[in-house]
């Protein structure tokens, strides 16, 4: 069966991207809810993890560590930069900004990191340790099909 003869509802069920994106609103949701007694949700805990674990980058270099368009980066990054969490300056070349974890930040990523690790572990009870590992490296393996999803 090529592309052009898929009958419209079997769409659904073959569809990559729905699967992949109700499996992630599901999981970023009781993601979401194991850190909300930290105040962050599950993006902006991964941003400030990657921040306290990579140090200084600019917008562009996070947006690519974490498969995100720059936009949408930015956005996400606005509340956190309001809190303290996170700070943005220019970088060496004006046109681009850097964006640096703060000691308040690290200090929020720190007291989520015990939530995030509970829920992490409800996961992989539920799932399986060994499948959730195997999911992981399916889905980074997306990252590589050579896809441009994100205008520059």
């Given at each position: 069966m090529n592309a052009k003869t898929v009958p419209i509802e079997d769409v659904d069920g073959r569809c990559n991207c729905l699967a992949v994106a109700k499996a992630a609103r599901y999981?970023?949701?009781?993601?979401d809810k194991a850190l909300a007694?930290?105040?962050?949700?599950?993006?902006?805990?991964?941003?400030l993890d990657k921040l306290a674990k990579h140090g200084s980058m600019t917008i562009k270099g996070l947006a690519t560590l974490i498969a995100m368009d720059r936009t949408t980066l930015a956005t996400n990054l606005k509340p956190l930069e309001r809190?303290?969490?996170?700070?943005?300056a220019p970088a060496l070349?004006?046109?681009a900004r850097n964006i640096q974890i703060t000691d308040h930040g690290?200090?929020?990523?720190?007291e989520a990191l015990p939530l995030w690790a509970s829920v992490q572990a409800q996961f992989?009870?539920?799932?399986?340790g060994a499948q959730a590992a195997k999911l992981r490296k399916?889905?980074?393996a997306v990252l590589g099909t050579g896809f441009e999803p994100w205008a520059e």
């Open positions: 999981l970023r949701a009781a993601y007694p930290s105040g962050l949700r599950a993006t902006q805990f991964a941003i809190e303290g969490l996170l700070a943005i070349d004006r046109r690290r200090k929020r990523c720190d992989e009870a539920a799932y399986g399916s889905l980074n």
